[in-house]
């Protein structure tokens, strides 16, 4: 008895100390069981940290995709170079807005491009010192708001310009770079027309235009160049015996219209020529007139009379640019292979889209 008695109060002892230090009789369940909740809690988190992450890389690369896309397609095109001489070069942006505001094809605008930039480089050195300063971008600027009136205000100007930006969506620094090439292209003119000789080569020359029915003839004989002569002959005389055949004086190389002039000063005197086409239209055989042309006399050095010096001069600075583009490095860039008609086809759907 004693002994049992011993044994229940050191139960009593055990459990009360168990107390103390806030163990209860059934802690090793308890605790396990907060262990595996733990570790559940622990794991879900974990997931959900997973999840978030996958969805995230997921919407990074999908944004990434889509960015890709929206750069190859709206970006890249535009930063494409399209022009180049001598390394200065034309970028597609700039490009569609100059075609969209000048109202003409894509070939016209390349070639403009071409002679801005050959005129940008050349004007300014010998023989030539051609200067545009800032002040006189400024007073041209001026001139062209002022036109008729006699006086402006600075006020005035400035918001004029302003409207003009806006309207022509150019930058500041396009507008008065666009300017500055116009006055370097004015001075450079006047340069050239200044120095047109007064003396040059010359033919007397004679034209006609054979009508529906002869121009028929000629073709059905176009095959044999003898026939071809003698029928080419026998209409300038019918046309020449009803006054048909007009005289047009002596005439300066350079002066009329290129393929007339080539057939010209190629002749023998008082031959007739086989038809020349001089189109009309974009160049087709439905576009274009044909003319029979004659030299009777011909001079290698003769003063040129004041109508054909005016077309001398008048035509000076683009004899000029023929010229002088051999001297350059010229380039013309599309957007895979050169300026095909693939890029000349997107540059059409560009120019659509930005009219609308």
Do not use: C
Request: charge should be negative.
């Amino acid at each position: 008895m004693p002994q049992a008695k011993k044994n229940r109060a050191d139960d009593r002892s055990t459990r009360k100390a168990q107390k103390q230090k806030g163990v209860s009789s059934r802690h090793p369940i308890s605790e396990q069981h907060r262990d595996l909740e733990s570790e559940a809690e622990g794991k879900k988190r974990a997931g959900r940290k997973q999840t978030i992450i996958l969805v995230s890389v997921v919407a990074v690369v999908i944004l990434a995709i889509v960015g890709i896309f929206y750069y190859i397609q709206y970006v890249v095109p535009f930063q494409r170079t399209v022009v180049v001489v001598d390394g200065v070069s034309i970028k597609m942006r700039y490009f569609l807005k100059r075609t969209q505001i000048a109202g003409v094809s894509a070939m016209e605008m390349l070639q403009t491009f071409t002679n801005e930039l050959i005129i940008k480089q050349v004007a300014p050195q010998p023989p030539y010192n051609i200067r545009v300063t800032d002040e006189d971008v400024d007073e041209a600027f001026k001139e062209l708001f002022r036109g008729t009136s006699e006086t402006i205000s600075d006020s005035e100007f400035k918001e004029w310009y302003r409207q003009q930006l806006n309207e022509i969506g150019f930058s500041d620094a396009e507008y008065r770079d666009l300017m500055h090439t116009a006055l370097l292209r004015v001075q450079l003119h006047q340069y050239l027309a200044e120095r047109v000789p007064t003396v040059a080569e010359q033919v007397y020359l004679h034209i006609t235009q054979p009508d529906t029915d002869e121009m028929e003839k000629i073709w059905e004989t176009y095959v044999d160049e003898e026939d071809l002569a003698e029928l080419t002959e026998k209409i300038w005389q019918d046309r020449q015996s009803r006054g048909e055949v007009a005289d047009l004086g002596w005439v300066a190389r350079g002066a009329i219209e290129d393929r007339i002039e080539w057939a010209a000063f190629s002749l023998d005197i008082g031959v007739v020529s086989q038809p020349v086409q001089v189109p009309t239209g974009q160049g087709a055989p439905e576009e274009a007139t044909f003319y029979l042309i004659m030299v009777s006399e011909k001079a290698a050095a003769r003063e040129v009379d004041e109508d054909d010096l005016e077309r001398l001069k008048a035509r000076a600075l683009d004899d000029w640019l023929i010229q002088e583009s051999e001297n350059h490095k010229i380039e013309f860039h599309g957007r895979y292979n050169g300026y095909d008609s693939e890029t000349d086809a997107w540059i059409q759907w560009q120019l659509q889209r930005m009219a609308k």
